[in-house]
């Protein structure tokens, strides 16, 4: 696990030592083990020069069109010296950096082998050379992990980045036609003077309006783009007097008849087992974020058989309001397997204390305090000395734990004529769950309306929020195509490419590696994924119960309370009781303040008005309140500020 980042200056007159410095210290937290840089002449004598670090300007201006890679090392697979970045093959023709894991690459490595490949390192790293020697562009399909990486080919004159199935990892970059910027980070962008600091109004009026964020290639500042999941970009120089990036897809979830040997919940349970397995490869101490839920436990419980002797920590946000806390299925789990069980205990007197620093490190604004509350985990994770930590991340999208999947279902149902079964369904989710007429029959609306009506109900929606300004400025919001016929299957796929996993995918991954530590997601291994898609939609939901084909496959492995339970927490956070008591002095100084009212997003008075209906508990408005605030803080952070300010994690 690693932080990278690349410059590639095609006329070399804005590449300077001082910004290659900032680039590489804004991301030392994602590598503090190593650091290297290569640097690529692209007309001339094409020459080649490694180094540990920035060549001195002079030095620099002397390269004819100038390709810059840089790395920093988190030592996780083959701590030795072998396992130095940028790294080359052996002919010094193919160069990559690379953030991530493949899991697969001893598989990977014995194929090479066996057509006559040589490695050196016992690395990950090294494999994706040789694959991409032998199968090209191609190599990607092959790999089962996660990674973010770039590679040159100097023999192809091409430039050749991609990113994992479901963005993992993270890669952005800024592209003008003349110089391509690309980094783990978007703060590491930012070092180049080149690249304007400005704000992108149509995705800040996403998050504001819907919570939106990763939904879009486009991200909150101006011109500056992620590479998203599933995707390759390649630039090619020879034989072209105008370069142009080129992006394009290589993988997607398709609906396709799966092995059929044995239950259903006996052939999910092999793959997800085999891919806690995988998961575990690491040549440092592996532990598992435990919240007391089914996907997490699920992990802990499976990753047990594979420890053997050595001591398995699991580390979980508790409360002690009962309506937030979870101990009772985390003890459960945790004695089960026999975990050392670490618990910390976030608080809204230390929120705003770390906000600044929360506000550097996610690079852009965050859905809720939840992510303060993981931040925290992450912390505890760190002073553990756990570098590598397996997450429950994926299992709700994937296996439609969201009880709003239920209007999905009833939509199916409805769809195809099934009135029965939509009436045995209906019943067994009021009985189970309570719900209101008016709750299901919001979220069935919402899976069965056309692509028309849902954009023009969100514009009549967006008329309605009295505190949002300047709608004539915003394009419509982003939709996306049903891929699906099966309405429960769509769901789960723009929730698992679009709407929620890809934002809690950016937020892990920028708290666990502000800390240094490696989170590792098994609910997203491709072949489960592929698998679970082949299913039956009664294998998720039934009778009003979730997941499913998970809670079958589970049986007799996790302990009852925790495998049956019906009640969905997910990770929170006493936000609405924060903001309405030790916050509320805080979020009225931020939406009192002249930057807040001078954004032009606010009016400030219908702000103000509906702060006070919260903090009067007529109406429970965290999530909302959290945009205001998060969203002041990072402007002030990341737009008003000359610098970008390095902060450190406690």
Sequence with gaps: MCGIFAVLDLRNDQVDRQTLEAMSSSIEHRGPDDCGFAFFELRGSERTVEARAPLQGGELSQ???????????????????AGHQPMCNETGEIWIIYNGEIYNYEELAQELLGKGHLFKSRTDTEVILHAYEEWGIECVERFNGMWAFVLWDKR???????????????????????????????????????????????????????GYLDHSEET??????????????????????TPRVDIQRYWDIESRKMDER??????????????????????????????????????????????????????????????????????????GAGTESHCVFPSAENLFKEFEVLVWYQDEPFGSTSIYAQWNVFKMIKLNQVKVVLDGQGGDELLAGYHHYFGAVLGELLRTFRLREFLKELHAIKELHRYSH????????????????????????????????????????????????NSLFNSLYQSLMYFTLPSYLHYEDRNSMAHSVEARVPFLDYRLVEFVFSLSMDQLIRRGTTKVILREAMKGRLPEKVRTRMDKMGFVTPEDQWFRGPLKSQVEAIISSKSFDERGYFDVGEIKKAFAEHCAGKANLGAMIWRWVNLELWFRTFIDSRTIPRVRAG
């Design 262 to 335: 044995g239950p259903s919940h006996a052939r999910f349970f092999e793959l997800f087992e085999d891919s806690v397995r995988l998961h575990m490869r690491s040549d440092v101490p592996v532990g598992t974020c435990l919240s007391g839920g089914l996907d997490s436990s699920s992990i802990v419980t499976v990753a047990k058989r594979f420890l053997g002797s050595n001591n398995h920590k699991t580390f979980s946000s508790c409360f002690e309001d009962k309506k937030y806390d979870e101990r009772e299925f985390i003890d459960a789990v945790s004695k």
């Design 438 to 485: 008016f709750w299901l029959i919001q979220y069935l609306v919402r899976s069965m309306v056309s692509l028309q009506t849902v954009k023009m109900l969100r514009t009549l929606t967006r008329r309605k929020v009295k505190w949002l300004k300047r709608y004539d400025t915003v394009e419509e919001p982003l939709m996306f195509q049903n891929k699906f016929r």
């Design 220 to 241: 909150c500042f101006k011109n500056i783009y992620q590479l998203k999941g599933s995707h390759y970009l390649t630039l090619e120089l020879r034989g072209t007097q």
């Design 63 to 81: 390269f004819q069109g100038l390709l810059v890679f840089g790395h920093r090392r988190l030592s996780i697979i083959d701590l030795t010296e």
């Design 156 to 210: 192809r004159q091409r430039l050749f980045c991609s990113r994992d199935r479901f963005g993992i990892k993270p890669l952005y970059y800024f592209w003008n036609g003349q110089k391509l910027v690309m980094a783990s980070e978007i703060k590491a962008l930012l070092q180049d003077s080149a690249i304007e600091r400005a704000p992108n109004h149509s995705r800040i009026y996403d998050y504001l309006e819907e």
